[in-house]
């Protein structure tokens, strides 16, 4: 099998693999906090955080562990670096805590960290393994951020709000007013707003990569019949 | 051989256990006492918000008792009262109490009484409602919770202390008629307690004992 690079780790992250569009792992989390953009935000960073650690502790240690118990291993490596973060965000970043509340534990239960430490890291140097946890995870962030920026705009008609709750007083002014008067649309904001929001970004992906495709095949014809011209000219 | 496998499989278990278990006890050791400061400044936080320091000259926090009544405070937990004193004069007190049926679990009260009776001020201190509908209840995110201010029991009559879907006076969200409804109500019933208890909830306890430390950096 032929290493990937890694700007192609990066891209499957971000893009092709991505944990919330293509995998639909952490779904939990994912579901839960979009409901508007900051909170979205705030697990998606946590969970970046997260990734990039596990996947690096869990390359170096790759070596290490016998496959029979390395499930067991990673359970308790992610649960504890977990709970170091939640411990850490808790008293240095107290806002942010009151903000994200019990959601920061229930990143243990995001199957896509074991899922990447089984995947990808237990297989992979500790460099790789460190991009493809940013990526992932940067991958998840967006995509928790465009989920919940898209329920807060349809739910309640703003953007970034109670943004101060994560970046400080000076924040407060992020807050876009996107429809002014606007009655709210209470779907978008309730769990079922967020499967039917997820829904639709995946759909829109998978349209965006079918055009893609489309374009690229296209360019492959056109180039086919140039050099088919060329040659027929050239005879 | 498969014994000596499992032994050596055991050994890596036991070892990642306790790696792992030293990673947490560290940091919880590195971190503990900066939460606990944290939850003590942001209990003092809406302690001031709603009792000014201005108005007392005592520590609230050191003068506090613990009372327990199911019925009117919403828990059989006991609760706390911080106890505000100008010269030793009773000034307000603020009680923790608990609204048991909003919309998903407990949501805890900070609710500030003044000596008269009416409300100096009433805080969420913590909730789980739904995030973008009952959670306007959180000071942080709507100024709901002061329309409290300066309400008592006989300047509102029994049938105003509703929210306004009820026939009161009390706004409730759109799309959020039960979380305002059960603070509405736990407060009422807060007030009525404080109204039954209010010398014994001002005498009871120890003398204030005077604490360093707790009151540096406010005032």
């Known amino acids: 099998m032929a290493e990937k690079s890694l700007r192609q780790i990066t891209r499957e992250g971000l893009w092709g693999n ?29 969970t970046l955080l997260t990734l990039v650690l596990t996947n690096t502790t869990v390359s170096a240690i790759r070596h ?8 067991p291993v990673f359970v308790m490596l992610i649960a504890s670096i977990v709970t170091a973060i939640e411990l850490t965000i808790n008293a240095f970043f107290n806002e942010l805590h009151a903000a994200l509340g019990i959601f920061i534990p229930l990143i243990v239960t995001n199957c896509s960290v074991l899922g990447r430490a089984e995947a990808f890291a237990s297989k992979n140097s500790i460099v790789r393994s460190l991009i493809d946890g940013l990526a992932m995870g940067l991958g998840f962030a967006i995509a928790l951020t465009l989920l919940g920026a898209m329920r807060e705009m349809l739910g309640a008609g703003t953007l970034f709000d109670q943004a101060h709750l994560m970046f400080g007083e000076g924040a407060r002014a992020l807050r876009l007013t996107v429809f002014a008067d606007y009655k709210g649309f209470l779907l978008a904001i309730l769990p ?3 499967f039917i929001g997820l829904g639709l970004l995946i759909a ?7 055009q893609l495709e489309r374009h690229h095949e296209a360019a492959m014809a056109r180039q086919a019949e140039t050099t088919g011209m060329a040659s027929e000219a050239g005879q | 051989m498969p014994l000596k496998k499992m032994l050596l499989s055991a050994a890596l278990l036991g070892l990642f256990a306790t790696l792992g278990t030293a990673l947490v006890a560290y ?8 939460i606990a400061q944290n939850e003590r400044d942001a209990l003092l936080r809406s302690l001031h918000a709603i009792i000014p320091s201005s108005r007392h000259d005592n520590d609230p926090v050191a003068d506090s008792i613990e009372i327990s009544d199911a019925t009117w405070l919403g828990s059989n937990k006991p609760q706390q009262v911080y106890r505000a004193r100008q010269q030793g004069k009773p000034v307000a007190l603020a009680l923790t109490a608990v609204a048991p049926d909003g919309y998903s679990d407990d949501i805890k009260l900070l609710i500030g009484i003044n000596y008269d009776g009416t409300l100096a001020g009433v805080r969420v201190t913590a909730h789980a409602e739904t995030p973008g509908l009952g959670d306007k209840i959180d000071e942080a ?9 300066d309400r008592s029991l006989s300047n509102t009559t029994a049938k105003q202390w509703q929210v306004k879907k009820d026939g009161g006076v009390f706004d409730q969200f759109t799309g959020a008629t039960v979380t305002p409804r059960a603070i509405v109500k736990a407060v009422r019933k807060a007030l009525e307690y404080y109204q039954q208890h209010r010398d014994e909830l001002f005498e009871a306890g120890e003398p204030p004992v005077q604490e360093t430390g707790q009151e540096t950096g406010h005032g």
Not at chain 2, 27 to 34: I, L, Q, S
């Open chain 1, 18 to 46: 991505n944990v919330a569009f293509v995998q639909i792992l952490g779904l939990c989390p994912l579901l839960a906090v979009s409901s508007n953009t900051i909170n979205g935000l705030g697990l998606g960073l946590a």
């Open chain 1, 64 to 71: 290490l562990i016998r496959p029979d118990i390395r499930i």
């Open chain 1, 192 to 194: 079922p707003g967020a």
């Open chain 1, 204 to 210: 829109l992906k998978n349209l965006i990569d079918q």
């Open chain 2, 27 to 34: 940091t919880y050791e590195y971190t503990h006492e900066r």
């Open chain 2, 141 to 149: 995110r709507s100024d709901w919770i002061h329309g409290f201010a």
